[in-house]
């Protein structure tokens, strides 16, 4: 698989930590110029060759638009990992106006602005990667602000898949459940809110951090050259209970 990605760029939002860390960590193992966009400072980056770090708070729409379009404006890339996202978990009866702007204007309007920005500088054969979630495709006790913005982000992916089919530009999204990043071992540090969504999962337990991140790999290389319009769950077993 490295050699797919050898000499390509690719953009990934949300690059600091997590997820999209890691991602950027493989692609750039594997010889790929890559773009780092995060609201947090990435100084240590700075030492990485290929690696070009932009701090950017992509829920403004005009702040960041005006920011990528400058940043893109004569560079050709091969994917990008719409990976920046965020989650308020409460009871439906007290979500706020705040809490709605603030989830939907990172998972939801920041997705639609930068893949609108950057589909012209998408070179034919590229690929599209969003980060959604299982909770695009279930539903969970008090997230339901969060249900609609990844049912939202799992939408786009399939009218963008459509729209950019004629150009060759493939369009997926991966759908996880819990993931044991530093956050997720956090979050879920608690043993007996863990086994609550544990129980439903056939494998009884929540997927690694490779595991979530070898599905994006995959979608942006040329295996997956015919795999468009795809939500993939990844949730060892959950949706088949």
Not at 97 to 117: L, S
Not at 160 to 165: I, K, M, R, V, W
Request: glycine letters at 8%; a negative charge; charged letters at 20%.
């Amino acid at each position: 698989m490295d050699q797919d990605f050898k000499g390509k760029t690719y953009v990934i939002t949300g690059a600091g930590r997590g997820i999209g860390r890691e991602v950027l960590e493989r692609l750039h193992s594997y010889g790929a110029t890559v773009y780092a966009i995060d609201m947090s400072p990435m100084d240590d980056l700075k030492t990485y060759s290929n690696v070009i770090t932009l701090s950017l708070d992509l829920s403004s729409w005009s702040y960041a638009r005006t920011h990528l379009t400058e940043a893109f404006k004569n560079v050709q890339i091969d994917g990008l990992v719409n990976n920046a996202g965020i989650t308020i978990c409460k009871p439906f009866e007290e979500l706020t106006e705040d809490d709605y702007d603030k989830v939907m204007n990172i998972n939801v309007k920041a997705v639609f602005n930068i893949t609108q920005v950057l589909s012209s500088s998408i070179k034919n054969g590229g690929s599209i990667a969003n980060l959604s979630s299982l909770a695009g495709l279930r539903a969970f006790p008090e997230h339901s602000l969060y249900h609609i913005s990844k049912a939202g982000v799992d939408a786009m992916t399939r009218a963008l898949a459509l729209e950019f089919g004629a150009r060759n530009i493939r369009v997926n999204s991966v759908n996880p459940t819990a993931c044991m990043t530093e956050m997720g071992r956090f979050i879920w540090s608690d043993k007996t809110k863990a086994e609550g969504l544990w129980s439903r999962i056939p494998l009884y337990r929540f997927a690694e951090l490779r595991e979530v991140v070898d599905p994006i790999l995959f979608f942006l290389g040329n295996q997956s050259s015919f795999i468009n319009g795809v939500q993939l769950p990844i949730e060892g077993g959950f949706s088949a209970c």
